[in-house]
Nanobody
């Protein structure tokens, strides 16, 4: 079992930055692919980025490429997403997720087994 808790969301002006954290409990997190998804009101949950268990491989959606960076620290059982140059269209609830045995290029939410409760990110114009 893996439990995930996101933090770091908030209100920021366009062009600003936020760093999201995903704290995990459970030994299998360090062997799991970790992903970040987001969901805006009235929209489907959208893939943002993923990182493999070792941190050697990452995959980032085109919509955030060059602005968002995903990373992890397995010694701390924590994943991160640094978000720079934020835009109003980045406003959403952001979720971290984890699963073993999936590729970082897996963009479909239902392949992820474990989910956090989400953290709100609001970008004002």
């Amino acid at each position: 079992q893996v439990q995930l808790v996101e933090s770091g969301g908030g209100l920021v002006q366009a062009g600003g930055s936020l760093r999201l954290s995903c704290a995990a409990s459970g030994r299998s997190f360090s062997r799991s692919t970790m992903g970040w998804f987001r969901q805006a009101p009235g929209k489907e949950r959208e893939f943002v980025a993923a990182i493999n268990w070792s941190g050697a491989y990452t995959y980032v959606a085109d919509s955030v490429k060059g602005r968002f960076t995903i990373s992890r620290d397995n010694a701390k059982n924590t994943g991160y997403m640094q978000m720079n140059s934020l835009k109003p269209e980045d406003t959403a609830v952001y979720y971290c997720a984890a699963a073993r045995g999936i590729a970082v290029t897996s963009r479909t939410p239902n392949v992820y087994e474990y989910w956090g409760q989400g953290t709100q990110v609001t970008v004002s114009s």
